[in-house]
């Protein structure tokens, strides 16, 4: 799954900054009519001044709509959450392409704004053909996610790594024609205590959802598909997928699976790349919870938590506000797993890079998901300044 910001581990001077857009300007003129003689009749002279103003507006207006069409905007309302979109991508699309699609069906507000983030992503050579129905209200990352995974196929699921039990739901009630809908699905998956005795490495997640174990792959779905079995299919995937792993050094860190879990759904959301990658970002996170002095102090300082729990991206005041999710106000893990990481973050989580372990603090990535890890602030200042 794509990182969803490029700058970890704040402190930034930029800090959830915003571009500003450049704001239009519109000139007045005014119009001298005291040359008139006073027993001319001033109707020609109003109408030929209304005539004029008309067609000036019209021609304002029309431009501003080729501007606009042409830089990718629309001031179309969107889709409204839950009502239906499908669109079919063509072999060879680029993301400009797509972008004009999803904006045409009103699932984006512009294709500019869709083009860049594929661009921040690097995922313009990941993105799939094929036909897809998507729901709105889906957020950007969301919809690049799942042109990233593919269409999914006749009675199939597919639930893309990074997503939240609440997507998941989604797309379950998408798969199922909404025989299996987001409101029982999320029921079904709302205590792991309910399913603890068939799939021991849930002991440790007591009575919270199942948000990080509902792997993520594709599965077939029937007439016979209900919420519950749905469930149980996923956590099997869970299982058979972790069953080579080890658990020996998140154990020696004092965290259960649950915490593991955790830990590799913000890597999931904070990284990319290879598991070697995945690997070294992980020692990252450790090495900050298990800091008790400068310069973490145990804080894993991750938008991502923050971002979960609003469900947006975060402003700089959020992510340092004292709620539950906000790993800036409070040291360790949060509450509970931000998404479904994949195997390949569950792997960096249980063996991290050795090198990297108790040397690098900071890291970043820049557009071209090249990473940048430093053992100081300092360094780290310097490293993308």
């Not at 830089?71 to 063509?90: N, P």
Request: with cysteine; proline share 5%; net charge negative.
């Amino acid at each position: 799954m794509p990182p969803r910001k490029q700058f970890t581990y704040s402190q930034r001077p930029n800090h959830a900054a915003r571009s500003a857009h450049a704001r239009g300007e519109r000139e007045f003129r005014t119009y001298d009519t005291s040359y008139i003689r006073p027993k001319q009749s001033k109707g020609p002279i109003i109408f030929a001044i209304v005539l004029a103003l008309v067609v000036v507006g019209g021609l304002v207006w029309g431009a501003t709509a080729l501007f606009g069409g042409l830089m990718g905007g629309s001031s179309a309302e969107l889709l409204a959450s839950g009502e239906k979109a499908s669109l079919t991508v063509a072999e060879g699309s680029g993301a400009q392409a797509i972008g004009k699609q999803l904006q045409e069906a009103r699932l984006v507000p512009s294709a500019t704004d869709f083009t860049k983030r594929v661009s921040e992503l690097g995922a313009d050579a990941k993105l799939k053909s094929g036909a897809y129905l998507f729901v709105g209200g889906t957020s950007v990352d969301d919809l690049i996610a799942q042109i990233i995974a593919g269409p999914v196929s006749a009675g199939g699921l597919t639930v893309p790594e990074g997503v939240t039990l609440a997507k998941t739901a989604e797309l379950v009630a998408q798969a199922t024609n909404g025989k299996v809908t987001a409101e029982a699905f999320t029921a079904a998956a709302s205590d792991a205590s309910v399913y603890a005795a068939e799939f021991p490495f849930l002991a440790s997640a007591g009575t919270n959802s199942l948000e990080g174990f509902l792997f993520p792959k594709t599965y077939s779905v029937g007439d016979g598909t209900t919420a519950e079995s749905l469930v149980k299919t996923m956590l099997a995937q869970f299982q058979k997928e972790i069953a080579t792993l080890g658990w020996s050094y998140p154990e020696s860190q004092g965290l259960s699976i649950y915490d593991a879990v955790k830990l590799a759904s913000i890597v999931e959301r904070e990284s990319s790349g290879d598991e070697p990658v995945r690997a070294k970002v992980a020692a990252v996170f450790y090495n900050r919870l298990a800091t008790q002095g400068e310069p973490s102090n145990g804080f894993l300082q991750s938008d991502a938590t923050t971002a979960y729990e609003v469900g947006h991206d975060p402003s700089a005041e959020e992510v340092h506000a004292q709620t539950p999710y906000s790993t800036y106000a409070n040291p360790g893990l949060p509450p509970t797993p931000i998404c479904s990481p994949g195997l390949d973050c569950l792997q960096a989580v249980c063996a991290p890079d050795q090198e990297a372990l108790g040397k690098y603090f900071f890291f970043f990535f820049d557009k071209d998901a090249n990473y940048f890890f430093s053992e100081t602030y300092e360094q780290h200042q310097k490293t993308f300044s």
